[in-house]
């Protein structure tokens, strides 16, 4: 039975590629399931994370052009479900066009009778008339929606009037798993590892200051990065700052470097949880409202969590310290997180029937792709910029 994969794939992004890679090897696991279809906007790039899928690309983008088009919806007359998910397609921070973009993705769904789960969801801020009622629709249709913060669960109620369910990043069992392995035998000073915002949309002191404080105390500064560009961004920024910059380009080998470290700096949300699962010291910049509530969530737990730093004004800065209630909860997390990726994927596997979209949603689709294209347009000439307010991302 083929399945097809989709969210924002290809990309370089830790961790939209870690779904990519957990999601198709929890398909490729399953006995009723063959080999998925990927949507990837980057074959080249996903291939190095998804060992077995068949990759498609280009719908719906407006430059795509026909033949990638047809290869799409060739796979969506094959396929006997969908599985849509990942943090920001319902998210109008960055882009006008993602959301009709994506609302194409299930609609289409929807007219070839494929049930589709949205997975992973986090509902973010959307301005746009127009995209609430696509976001709204396409929560409407799913056979299940199952997101990851309570945030989207009242955002989904109250903004949308959909009831949806509260349930955990799927990746947290992928990571637990590699993080807790026996990390490589110490070769000389303990190793700080460092992640920053893909864009280093950060405060360059406070950086400095917090690398140089573990500096003093005798640490390697290690920069791991998630592709060559955000590694120069790097260096051009904070040249003198760090030992060594490295830009790994598999997840594996990512988390390998990752797994290395006696203590972490980040801002971003899956280096976050990576840093958890390794259960070391970790200094968390809040970024976004998805970090802040890790760490609240880590704080309820009983763990050691000091606060360096308040939000106002500027971004909140926590230290987080190992203990037996942090390995408690993340280890929780790790197994709920493994239940609920298999039962997702038992939804997929059981044929349950679709309602076949009809003229309706011909008329959705056609609707739909009219508003991608204008806001596609608008996207290009007029781009949005609104990625520092941390309250909407």
């Given at each position: 039975?083929?399945?097809?994969?989709?969210?924002?794939?290809?990309?370089?992004?830790?961790?939209?590629?870690?779904?990519?890679?957990?999601?198709?090897?929890?398909?490729?696991?399953?006995?009723?399931?063959?080999?998925?279809?990927?949507?990837?906007?980057?074959?080249?790039?996903?291939?190095?994370?998804?060992?077995?899928?068949?990759?498609?690309?280009?719908?719906?983008?407006?430059?795509?052009?026909?033949?990638?088009?047809?290869?799409?919806?060739?796979?969506?007359?094959?396929?006997?479900?969908?599985?849509?998910?990942?943090?920001g397609l319902f998210n109008e921070v960055f882009l006008r066009a993602g959301i009709p973009a994506h609302g194409l993705i299930v609609a289409t769904a929807k007219v070839f009778n494929v049930p589709y789960v949205i997975h992973g969801v986090e509902l973010g801020y959307v301005g746009s008339a127009t995209n609430k009622w696509i976001t709204g629709w396409s929560l409407r249709n799913a056979y299940r929606v199952l997101?990851?913060?309570?945030?989207?669960?009242?955002?989904?109620?109250?903004?949308?009037?959909?009831?949806?369910?509260?349930?955990?990043?799927?990746?947290?069992?992928?990571?637990?798993?590699?993080?807790?392995?026996?990390?490589?035998?110490?070769?000389?000073?303990?190793?700080?590892?460092?992640?920053?915002?893909?864009?280093?949309?950060?405060?360059?002191?406070?950086?400095?200051?917090?690398?140089?404080?573990?500096?003093?105390?005798?640490?390697?500064?290690?920069?791991?990065?998630?592709?060559?560009?955000?590694?120069?961004?790097?260096?051009?920024?904070?040249?003198?700052?760090?030992?060594?910059?490295?830009?790994?380009?598999?997840?594996?080998?990512?988390?390998?470097?990752?797994?290395?470290?006696?203590?972490?700096?980040?801002?971003?949300?899956?280096?976050?949880?990576?840093?958890?699962?390794?259960?070391?010291?970790?200094?968390?910049?809040?970024?976004?409202?998805?970090?802040?509530?890790?760490?609240?969530?880590?704080?309820?737990?009983?763990?050691?969590?000091?606060?360096?730093?308040?939000?106002?004004?500027?971004?909140?800065?926590?230290?987080?310290?190992?203990?037996?209630?942090?390995?408690?909860?993340?280890?929780?997390?790790?197994?709920?997180?493994?239940?609920?990726?298999?039962?997702?994927?038992?939804?997929?596997?059981?044929?349950?029937?679709?309602?076949?979209?009809?003229?309706?949603?011909?008329?959705?689709?056609?609707?739909?792709?009219?508003?991608?294209?204008?806001?596609?347009?608008?996207?290009?000439?007029?781009?949005?910029?609104?990625?520092?307010?941390?309250?909407?991302?």
């Amino acid at each position: 039975m083929k399945t097809l994969i989709y969210g924002l794939f290809g990309t370089t992004n830790f961790g939209d590629e870690l779904f990519s890679k957990v999601v198709a090897g929890a398909v490729n696991r399953h006995p009723k399931l063959s080999t998925p279809y990927l949507i990837t906007t980057n074959p080249k790039e996903s291939a190095r994370n998804v060992e077995n899928a068949e990759f498609i690309t280009g719908y719906p983008l407006p430059k795509a052009g026909f033949g990638a088009w047809r290869n799409t919806l060739t796979a969506y007359q094959k396929a006997s479900g969908l599985f849509f998910g990942g943090g920001g397609l319902f998210n109008e921070v960055f882009l006008r066009a993602g959301i009709p973009a994506h609302g194409l993705i299930v609609a289409t769904a929807k007219v070839f009778n494929v049930p589709y789960v949205i997975h992973g969801v986090e509902l973010g801020y959307v301005g746009s008339a127009t995209n609430k009622w696509i976001t709204g629709w396409s929560l409407r249709n799913a056979y299940r929606v199952l997101c990851r913060n309570q945030q989207s669960v009242d955002r989904a109620r109250d903004v949308y009037g959909v009831d949806i369910e509260l349930g955990l990043d799927l990746n947290h069992a992928w990571l637990h798993e590699q993080m807790s392995k026996e990390k490589p035998a110490p070769a000389g000073r303990p190793r700080f590892v460092v992640n920053l915002q893909h864009s280093l949309d950060t405060e360059d002191q406070l950086i400095d200051d917090i690398l140089g404080a573990k500096r003093a105390e005798g640490f390697e500064i290690i920069y791991v990065a998630n592709d060559p560009e955000e590694a120069g961004q790097f260096r051009a920024r904070f040249s003198d700052a760090a030992d060594e910059v490295i830009a790994p380009n598999t997840v594996d080998a990512l988390t390998a470097q990752w797994r290395t470290g006696d203590a972490f700096l980040t801002e971003r949300f899956h280096f976050t949880m990576a840093a958890l699962h390794a259960d070391a010291p970790t200094t968390v910049i809040v970024s976004s409202s998805k970090v802040r509530d890790l760490v609240c969530k880590i704080r309820q737990s009983g763990a050691g969590v000091k606060t360096l730093r308040e939000e106002e004004g500027s971004r909140a800065v926590y230290e987080l310290a190992p203990s037996s209630e942090r390995r408690d909860t993340v280890g929780n997390w790790a197994a709920r997180s493994r239940r609920q990726l298999e039962g997702v994927v038992d939804d997929i596997a059981t044929e349950r029937a679709a309602k076949k979209g009809g003229a309706g949603t011909l008329l959705i689709v056609f609707a739909f792709s009219v508003i991608l294209i204008g806001n596609y347009v608008l996207d290009k000439f007029s781009p949005l910029n609104r990625h520092l307010d941390t309250s909407k991302t």
